[in-house]
């Protein structure tokens, strides 16, 4: 039975044995709703969604919006492109999702880089555990090997420049014959 069907039963009932007062109808309305507010489970305490809320804010970040004051389509396409970077990289961080960002900006300059198109190409900005040959020759995928060493070689310095600590700091003209002097040597 229905906290409802109880406070109309006993409404019925006061009513059977007479007029119902103003008095008695706000006391019996009063009752009722009390003991289905007691009955009605406890709300659950909100969970910190921390590591949520982090990866959420980088994607804002990325998208260059402010999270609080965003439109429910925006906020829907930023979840939904955090809830498929998190299908296909589960111990994704927020750090990483930056990384990543910075990494597609690099490789696509004049491109729009906004969350959805971050996760589209989420796959090909990350680390490769089984090179394939397409990704071999990729030159924005870091060689196997020592590539600094070969790059003294391919572009004949004895020392690379100090803006170069990573593969994605080496300007894409010199990564072909980076790559090629890498295969040489290994």
């Not at 696509?108 to 989420?122: F, I, V, Y």
């Not at 196997?144 to 310095?157: E, F």
């Amino acid at each position: 039975m229905t906290h409802a069907e109880k406070l109309y039963e006993t409404l019925a009932a006061e009513r059977a044995a007479g007029p119902i007062g103003k008095e008695r109808w706000l006391s019996l309305v009063q009752q009722a709703f009390d003991e289905a507010c007691a009955a009605a489970p406890a709300p659950r305490p909100k969970s910190t969604r921390s590591h949520l809320d982090s990866l959420f804010d980088a994607l804002c970040a990325v998208q260059g919006c402010n999270g609080s004051q965003m439109t429910r389509s925006m906020k829907g396409c930023i979840v939904e492109s955090r809830k498929q970077i998190m299908e296909a990289s589960p111990d994704v961080t927020a750090e990483e999702i930056s990384r990543r960002a910075s990494l597609y900006r690099r490789k696509h300059p004049t491109w729009p880089l906004t969350a959805t198109s971050l996760c589209k190409h989420w796959p090909s900005l990350g680390p490769y555990k089984d090179k394939t040959q397409l990704s071999k020759d990729d030159l924005y995928q870091e060689p196997d090997g020592d590539w600094r060493t070969a790059a003294l070689g391919a572009i004949k310095v004895s020392q690379l420049p100090d803006d170069w600590k990573t593969w994605d700091d080496v300007p894409y003209s010199w990564r072909e014959q980076i790559k090629k002097a890498t295969l040489v040597q290994n």
